[in-house]
């Protein structure tokens, strides 16, 4: 403790190695403390088997005598029953710890001691933490029951070697797929992979709990427990319903109705505007979101309600409401083989689970390989089709207002070029249309942008991004345009031959 102490004050000479050697060794430390609490209580657990103790479970006696969480107790309880109390095996020459499970004690006859676990032997020498502990354990227990000795103790050597580069995360994800480098074949990795993913969904679904009561007071309380998958879905859109950039464009909005924003703010990313504290209070014109604490539990709920308004009732046995992207392949939606999908949240699914989702519409299958299907239409169709709303889920998860985070799930499919001709008031021709239903084409706006679009107070820009996603912004008609980039600019819409960019820019637009 004096040595860090001392390190802390002479902060200014310390350089980028020094830190790093700070921060490995104090990490180390930390593991290697919390082996030794952990092989205590397998002591604790001897000591009860032996009758030397009156407890009946170790978790609770443990974590009542230390102030501890009990649920956190119980796992290392069974973490250390796994991993043994064992001498630590010598450390090797200028290296890690030499113990070799299995190997013999130098006397001649002597019997063999119990040896450390490549784990365990990591763990005590601090290579390690408990999590990595946890992941390599798990694993263990969770391969095949026809694999030999040899090769369990294989497949722990390797998950420690990739502990030791990896987060418990990362390892996590390596752990299920350690069939593939114990030397088995991709489909009897894949089959492994997926049975794990599968069993874990079963126990979600075995867990899923929901109730709710009425407080009396107008509002309904209530508390749920979901598998991953559908809370990652719900929490998608809640959380594109509740970004601080949705928020504040909301609050703008609301002055602009209320006839009391004046300004348009100046913060920087475009997020600058009149903005709405956690009590409802507004900032002065310019002022940014930045500058208030949203209460996030409380927008949050107000989503959740907004959302459940806009449940499909009369289509509950079909589509689901939000868009999940879903990495797979072609194979696995035919049933030929079983390979887990993942979804654009890092999370992964069961083949069966992919399948069924698919089958229901419930998610856009990214597949890999397969037909394509045809995605431009030309001037043949007038309204955008479900294959290209696909097609541009994989490129937009929102409106592509520049301030708005509706869920591309609630959007509309936008001709930036017109389809038919624009007219205004007296039937002047605006803009000739002619644009084509193909996905250069198309934006995804809300139902409130894309009818703003009609607005003849109101005009928009659109600008292309480098990945070629658009980008719309509304003014009012005599405010000065936003800065946009100058005619040619790579990532710019490409202009149509004998059409002027201001009168595009001019267009109050009918719906498209």
């Given at each position: 403790m004096h040595a860090v102490a001392d390190l802390g004050g002479a902060a200014e000479s310390l350089t980028a190695g020094d830190l790093d050697w700070l921060v490995q060794q104090a990490q180390t430390l930390a593991n290697r403390h919390d082996r030794v609490r952990v092989r205590a209580l397998d002591v604790v657990r001897q000591a009860r088997e032996a009758g030397r103790a009156r407890h009946d479970d170790d978790a609770q006696y443990t974590a009542g005598r230390t102030r501890t969480d009990v649920r956190q107790m119980?796992?290392?309880?069974?973490?250390?029953?796994?991993?043994?109390?064992?001498?630590?095996?010598?450390?090797?020459?200028?290296?890690?710890?030499?113990g070799t499970a299995g190997s013999s004690t130098d006397a001649p006859g002597a019997t063999a001691a119990p040896q450390q676990t490549p784990a365990a032997q990591a763990w005590d020498e601090g290579a390690i933490t408990r999590a990595h502990a946890l992941v390599i354990t798990g694993a263990l227990d969770d391969l095949p029951e026809e694999l030999s000795a040899?090769?369990?103790l294989e497949a722990e050597r390797i998950l420690v070697a990739k502990a030791g580069r990896m987060k418990p995360a990362a390892l996590r994800r390596e752990a299920r797929r350690i069939l593939h480098d114990l030397g088995f074949s991709e489909r009897e990795a894949d089959a492994h992979h997926n049975e794990l993913v599968r069993s874990e969904e079963d126990a979600a679904w075995a867990a899923a709990r929901f109730w709710m009561t009425d407080r009396g007071d107008g509002t309904v309380h209530g508390q749920f427990t979901l598998p991953v998958l559908q809370g990652r879905m719900l929490a998608k859109a809640l959380q594109a319903m509740t970004s601080p950039r949705h928020l504040a464009h909301k609050q703008r909005a609301a002055?602009?109705?209320?006839?009391t924003g004046t300004g348009t703010g100046t913060a920087d990313s475009g997020t600058g505007m009149p903005g709405a504290g956690a009590q409802g209070t507004t900032t002065a014109p310019g002022g940014s979101w930045k500058d208030h604490q949203f209460d996030w539990a409380h927008e949050r709920g107000k989503a959740l309600a907004e959302l459940i308004d806009h449940l499909p009732t009369d289509q509950l046995g079909s589509k689901v409401n939000a868009i999940l992207l879903v990495t797979t392949d072609l194979e696995t939606l035919r049933g030929e083989t079983d390979r887990a999908g993942v979804t654009d949240t890092g999370d992964e699914i069961s083949a069966g689970q992919v399948r069924r989702l698919a089958s229901n519409a419930g998610i856009i299958p990214v597949v890999m390989g397969g037909d394509s299907l045809p995605l431009d239409l030309g001037r043949q169709e007038r309204f955008f089709t479900q294959a290209q709303r696909t097609a541009l889920a994989t490129r937009y998860t929102s409106c592509a207002e520049e301030h708005c985070d509706r869920p591309f799930s609630w959007c509309e499919i936008h001709h930036d070029i017109p389809w038919a001709p624009v007219r205004g008031p007296g039937g002047r021709i605006l803009d000739p249309g002619g644009g084509r239903t193909d996905l250069a084409n198309a934006i995804p706006l809300c139902g409130r942008h894309h009818r703003r679009l009609s607005d003849p107070e109101v005009t928009h820009t659109t600008e292309r991004q480098d990945d070629g996603t658009a980008v719309v912004r509304f003014h009012r008609r005599g405010e000065p345009e936003p800065t946009r980039r100058p005619a040619g600019a790579p990532g710019e819409r490409p202009r149509q031959p004998g059409r002027s960019q201001q009168a595009r820019e001019a267009t109050p637009g009918s719906i498209q």
């Open positions: 119980g796992r290392d309880a069974g973490l250390a029953e796994r991993l043994g109390n064992h001498q630590p095996a010598l450390a090797a020459p200028g290296g890690t710890g030499a040899e090769q369990r002055q602009q109705t209320a006839g």
